[in-house]
């Protein structure tokens, strides 16, 4: 799924914007009740749409979206979930790659906490993999790595790197020794760093923008790198070992990284929320956010992933909202105003009542 299908549901606004939302499975035998759980959750959709929009003359064209979308579900290649997104103008199937939860929602915009989620989740960054034999480079959305091949990468460590024993005539510049010759682990360290400083070059070109680099090898190699790299300012963090073979595996180690800087930089903010109770310039619980959000004094919103307003319901394991996810109207005031939105963890908001909005200013 790429970040442009994912914004494109955003500026849609028709009424009605169907989302409905399922969780998936990677195991086969689990993956088989998949299946039954979109066709219930799109039957509950239907049922809304007939008793709240009987008569509309695009009705039978919504409702027509939604079995054709479920028909045609690939739920072979599905990773943790499934989310169809219809409206008079739009039929659209996202695979998520983020843990979600069972709805059916209505309204008057498609409902963002799962695509703002999925959004967070596919971010761009590179990956140096390096071994005594090749450093290999890799383009990373998300989960998925793929390895770049345009004649700068792969490195190999060919012959010219390989070590041969010096004559006594022989000069390898200031790392000679006098008299005698350099030991020949010596001299395979000098040369593989030399190694690593020429993929160190390479990289340049790749290492655009804000992009960020995870480098990857064992600890020798690691610390090689840190010691001649000029974009050491780039590396945001380390995956320990040699996955060549493994590119999945890489993936995933290398999402962990960004993962666990995300938890950290979530509880700095609830820190952050708690000093901004004491200068009165946050709003709590859904009444105070919604009033100051759409008054725009919204500097960064936090609401629990699944945070569910009392006005909506649960039915059936599904949560249920015929007038669009209240929280929705709140996160998009937000970004409208340039603010910042964070989801937390379930639970991790309690003392804020589930939702709280740090303010720009007070002028309560």
Same mark, same amino acid.
């Given at each position: 799924?790429?970040?442009?299908?994912?914004?494109?549901?955003? /500026?849609?606004? /028709?009424?009605?914007?169907?989302?409905?939302?399922?969780?998936?499975?990677?195991?086969?035998?689990?993956?088989?009740?998949?299946?039954?759980?979109?066709?219930?959750?799109?039957?509950?959709?239907?049922?809304?749409?007939?008793?709240?929009?009987? /008569?509309?003359?695009?009705?039978?064209?919504?409702?027509?979206?939604?079995?054709?979308?479920?028909? !045609?579900?690939?739920?072979?290649?599905?990773?943790?979930? &499934?989310?169809?997104?219809?409206?008079?103008?739009?039929?659209?199937?996202?695979?998520?790659?983020?843990?979600?939860?069972?709805?059916? &929602?209505?309204?008057?915009?498609?409902?963002?906490?799962?695509?703002?989620?999925?959004?967070?989740?596919?971010?761009?960054?590179?990956?140096?993999?390096?071994?005594?034999?090749?450093?290999?480079?890799?383009?990373?959305?998300?989960?998925?790595?793929? +390895?770049?091949?345009?004649?700068?990468?792969?490195?190999?460590?060919?012959?010219?790197?390989?070590?041969?024993?010096?004559?006594?005539?022989?000069?390898?510049?200031?790392?000679?020794?006098?008299?005698?010759?350099?030991?020949?682990?010596?001299?395979?360290?000098?040369?593989?760093?030399?190694?690593?400083?020429?993929?160190?070059?390479?990289?340049?070109?790749?290492?655009?923008?804000?992009?960020?680099?995870?480098?990857?090898?064992?600890?020798?190699?690691?610390?090689?790198?840190?010691?001649?790299?000029?974009?050491?300012?780039?590396?945001?963090?380390?995956?320990?070992?040699?996955?060549?073979?493994?590119?999945?595996?890489?993936?995933?180690?290398?999402?962990?990284?960004?993962?666990?800087?995300? !938890?950290?930089?979530?509880?700095?903010?609830?820190?952050?929320?708690?000093?901004?109770?004491?200068?009165?310039?946050?709003? +709590?619980?859904?009444?105070?956010?919604?009033?100051?959000?759409?008054? /725009?004094?919204?500097?960064?919103?936090?609401?629990?992933?699944?945070?569910?307003?009392?006005?909506?319901?649960?039915?059936?394991?599904?949560?249920?909202?015929?007038?669009?996810?209240?929280?929705?109207? &709140?996160?998009?005031?937000?970004?409208?105003?340039?603010?910042?939105?964070?989801?937390?963890?379930?639970?991790?908001?309690?003392?804020?009542?589930?939702?709280?909005?740090?303010?720009?200013?007070?002028?309560?």
């Amino acid at each position: 799924m790429k970040k442009e299908e994912i914004e494109h549901l955003f /500026g849609d606004h /028709g009424t009605p914007c169907v989302s409905i939302i399922v969780p998936a499975h990677h195991i086969s035998n689990d993956r088989r009740t998949d299946p039954r759980t979109l066709f219930n959750a799109a039957v509950v959709a239907k049922e809304m749409l007939n008793k709240n929009y009987g /008569g509309a003359t695009f009705l039978a064209d919504v409702n027509k979206k939604i079995d054709d979308a479920v028909e !045609q579900e690939d739920y072979i290649h599905t990773v943790n979930g &499934i989310g169809i997104y219809v409206s008079p103008s739009v039929s659209q199937t996202v695979q998520f790659s983020i843990p979600v939860k069972e709805k059916v &929602i209505i309204g008057h915009s498609f409902d963002s906490r799962d695509l703002l989620c999925e959004l967070d989740s596919l971010h761009e960054y590179l990956v140096l993999a390096m071994s005594r034999k090749y450093i290999r480079l890799y383009k990373g959305t998300g989960a998925h790595l793929e +390895e770049i091949k345009d004649g700068a990468f792969p490195f190999i460590y060919e012959e010219t790197f390989e070590y041969s024993r010096p004559s006594l005539a022989s000069s390898f510049g200031e790392n000679t020794l006098k008299g005698g010759e350099i030991d020949k682990s010596e001299l395979i360290e000098i040369r593989m760093q030399e190694f690593i400083r020429h993929a160190d070059a390479a990289c340049a070109k790749y290492l655009t923008g804000s992009l960020p680099l995870i480098i990857s090898g064992d600890a020798k190699a690691l610390s090689d790198y840190m010691e001649v790299t000029k974009h050491s300012g780039k590396v945001t963090g380390k995956v320990p070992g040699s996955y060549f073979d493994a590119g999945k595996q890489l993936a995933q180690l290398a999402c962990q990284v960004f993962e666990d800087k995300k !938890q950290e930089n979530k509880k700095q903010l609830i820190a952050r929320a708690r000093e901004f109770v004491g200068k009165r310039l946050i709003a +709590e619980g859904m009444e105070e956010v919604q009033r100051a959000a759409l008054d /725009g004094l919204g500097l960064n919103l936090l609401v629990e992933k699944d945070f569910v307003h009392t006005a909506q319901a649960l039915k059936g394991g599904f949560e249920i909202s015929d007038n669009g996810n209240a929280a929705d109207l &709140i996160i998009r005031s937000v970004m409208a105003k340039q603010g910042e939105v964070t989801f937390m963890e379930p639970g991790s908001l309690k003392e804020f009542n589930g939702i709280a909005l740090m303010l720009r200013y007070n002028d309560r």
